[in-house]
């Protein structure tokens, strides 16, 4: 599976996130790019038997554009893009622990940060809200 794939173009039912990437010297920004978005979906460091079953490419996270940032050397914004299908429907927790839970203690790259993320209408129309309704919440 290759995960940098800049002529992917986004959909409106797909997680978008900007990650400022600092890699480590040697790696080009590409590379870390793809591997963010990897390490965030279905990427992994050793074989698992169920690789088999289904098609990865449905669910994998793509990095679809790599922009240096001015006035900063060797740091660049990694655009990702995760399909819907990735997530679990109505988990916040789910979510972030996707997109930024394993990825920032990797080793291609120097420094991360979630810069910015956009959330989908398909995706947020899946939470409940409050048990009593938004107006029992707000006079609280």
């Given at each position: 599976?290759?995960?940098?794939t800049p002529?992917?173009?986004?959909?409106?039912?797909?997680?978008?996130?900007?990650?400022?990437?600092?890699?480590?010297?040697?790696?080009?920004?590409?590379?870390?790019?793809?591997?963010?978005?990897a390490?965030?979906?279905?990427?992994?460091w050793?074989?698992?038997?169920?690789?088999?079953?289904?098609?990865?490419?449905?669910y994998?996270?793509r990095?679809?554009?790599?922009?240096p940032v001015?006035?900063e050397?060797?740091?660049?914004?990694a655009?990702?893009?995760?399909?819907l299908?990735?997530?679990?429907e109505g988990?916040?927790?789910?979510m972030?622990?996707?997109?930024?839970?394993?990825?920032?203690?990797?080793?291609?790259?120097?420094?991360?940060?979630?810069?910015d993320l956009?959330?989908?209408?398909a995706?947020?129309?899946?939470?409940?809200?409050?048990?009593?309704?938004i107006?029992v919440?707000?006079?609280?």
């Open positions: 599976l290759t995960y940098y002529e992917y173009e986004t959909k409106d039912t797909d997680i978008l996130a900007a990650f400022r990437v600092t890699p480590q010297p040697g790696v080009p920004p590409e590379e870390a790019g793809a591997a963010v978005a390490e965030s979906s279905t990427g992994t050793t074989t698992v038997w169920t690789d088999g079953l289904t098609s990865l490419d449905r994998k996270g990095c679809y554009g790599i922009e001015p006035g050397e060797s740091q660049f914004i655009y990702v893009a995760y399909p299908d990735l997530f679990e988990s916040v927790t789910n972030f622990t996707s997109i930024v839970g394993n990825v920032f203690g990797f080793k291609a790259l120097r420094a991360l940060r979630l810069e956009r959330i989908p209408i995706y947020v129309k899946t939470f409940q809200g409050p048990p009593h309704g107006q919440e707000r006079d609280k």
